[in-house]
């Protein structure tokens, strides 16, 4: 079954809203949470490493005030895209990692903004 | 700055023969290497970790070689199904703890 939970797995927002996302890991504690994103037929492109506890670190080019990540306990980490913008809309997918475990993926969030 | 390459965007093959998908990077050997499943509109499933001392790994139908001489791993799918149909994702990480970095993926496509 899946050891990481992503949740919603679809969402439709209106241009200047905000949303979240969810991303659990469900029987293992996460120490690094990475979140990317993928535009159809893409690859996955990292936007920010986050560890429990501590500040996410953003990749170049990623705005951290639009896309705040919360990774407050050893198996929850949200991403929050603020005011959202039709080219926001897009795949996101967390990932997540503790110990000496491979790294896995939810199943993604479809975030489309009208 | 490191760049990997997936051999093909797409590939397609005869269900029962042996799939095999081409991922080639540039620079420094990574730490290890990882092949993912990605269904569409699913997250990427893990298949296979790779070491760099490592030449070659297996998983039931599965085979994943990484030869570091010429910066690439090979992914085999012997005797492949339709069900094998997805694209597959090459990724490589350069320190434990740190992001996975992707290629773009092969899109298999197996017809019966």
């Known amino acids: 079954g899946a050891v990481v939970s992503q949740h919603p797995s679809r969402v439709i927002c209106k241009s200047g809203t905000s949303v979240k996302i969810e991303c659990r890991s469900l029987d293992f504690q996460a120490t690094t949470m990475f979140w990317y994103r993928q535009f159809p037929k893409q690859s996955l492109m990292l936007m920010a490493t986050?560890?429990?506890?501590?500040?996410?670190?953003?990749e170049q080019g990623v705005e951290k005030d639009k896309f705040l990540i919360n990774h407050a306990s050893l198996t929850l980490s949200t991403l929050t895209v603020t005011s959202a913008h039709p080219e926001d809309s897009s795949f996101y997918i967390c990932s997540a990692v503790g110990g000496n475990s491979p790294l896995h993926f939810g199943n993604g969030t479809r975030l489309t903004v009208t | 700055s490191q760049k990997i390459e997936q051999n093909s965007e797409a590939l397609n093959i005869q269900e029962g023969k042996t799939a095999t998908l081409t991922c080639n990077y540039t620079?420094?050997?990574?730490?290890?290497l990882q092949w993912y499943r990605q269904d569409p509109g699913r997250g990427p499933v893990f298949l296979l970790l790779i070491r760099e001392n490592e030449k070659e790994k297996r998983k039931e139908r599965l085979k994943v070689t990484f030869d570091t001489t010429l910066k690439q791993s090979l992914f085999h799918i012997t005797a492949s199904q339709p069900a094998d149909s997805a694209t597959y994702l090459c990724?490589?990480?350069?320190?434990?703890?740190?992001?996975?970095?992707f290629g773009k993926g092969t899109t298999l496509s197996v017809s019966s």
């Open positions: 990724a490589l990480v350069y320190q434990a703890g740190t992001a996975l970095i």
């Open positions: 620079n420094y050997s990574p730490a290890y």
């Open positions: 986050s560890n429990e506890g501590s500040k996410a670190t953003y």
